[in-house]
């Protein structure tokens, strides 16, 4: 194929972002002690490390060759998924409480009506999946925020009495924080792989 497809920047970039996702996701497998998280991460891990490999062998069905980016950092999320932050902090660090970021970013990529069947076929499981995995690691995010939320203050601990109106207060925070969290569940963007994505090789 001598003109490349409008659409090989986007693959490229795919391929690219998620094997470097399912890099960073298995050492923060190996670290973390929470066996729910655990179980979160092993699922979005396969994901990326599959969707890398079909986008890679994709681009080379087009008979052109993957080009590596050297600008995604990956020494820092290497070291922060095998660090001793906790589990909430690294999804933090990796984008699940960045609520104005959206998965309409998708939107657009059946745009250029020059995709062929194939390449169609397979951005249309990866959006569909991108999706789910955004739905799993926000519920693994809420759930873990909340459990932060619920342990008691420090005045608590020492056994220092809390007014009850103070607390009434903080509940009625984290319900609305809860609540928040939820209307936004459609606008959460993948973690794990929150590069941006040309549309056009460069």
């Keep these: ?20 996702a399912h890099q960073y996701l298995q050492v923060w497998i190996d670290k973390t002690t929470d066996p729910e998280v655990e179980a979160v991460l092993r699922t979005v891990a396969w994901r990326e490390g599959e969707h890398g490999m079909s986008f890679a062998k994709r681009v080379n069905e087009l008979g052109f060759e993957l080009r590596d980016r050297d600008d995604l950092d990956l020494a820092d999320r290497l070291a922060v998924a095998g660090s001793d932050r906790s589990d909430l ?30 390449t169609g076929e397979l951005l249309g499981r990866y959006v569909a999946e991108e999706f789910d995995t955004a739905r799993l690691l926000r519920c693994c995010y809420e759930q873990l925020k909340a459990r932060q ?24 925070a984290l319900n609305d924080k809860v609540d928040a969290l939820c209307r ?4 959460l963007r993948q973690i794990v792989c929150a590069q941006s994505m040309p549309t056009k090789a460069s």
């Design 1 to 20: 194929m001598s003109d490349k497809p409008s659409y090989l920047g986007l693959l490229n970039a795919i391929a690219v972002n998620e094997a470097r």
């Design 89 to 118: 902090e690294k999804m933090e660090y990796f984008g699940q409480d960045r609520l104005d970021e959206v998965l309409g970013a998708f939107d657009n990529i059946f745009k250029d009506h020059t995709i062929d069947i194939r």
């Design 149 to 172: 939320d619920e342990k008691p203050s420090p005045s608590k601990a020492q056994g220092r009495p809390v007014a009850a109106d103070a607390t009434s207060g903080e509940l009625a």
């Design 184 to 187: 936004a569940v459609e606008e």
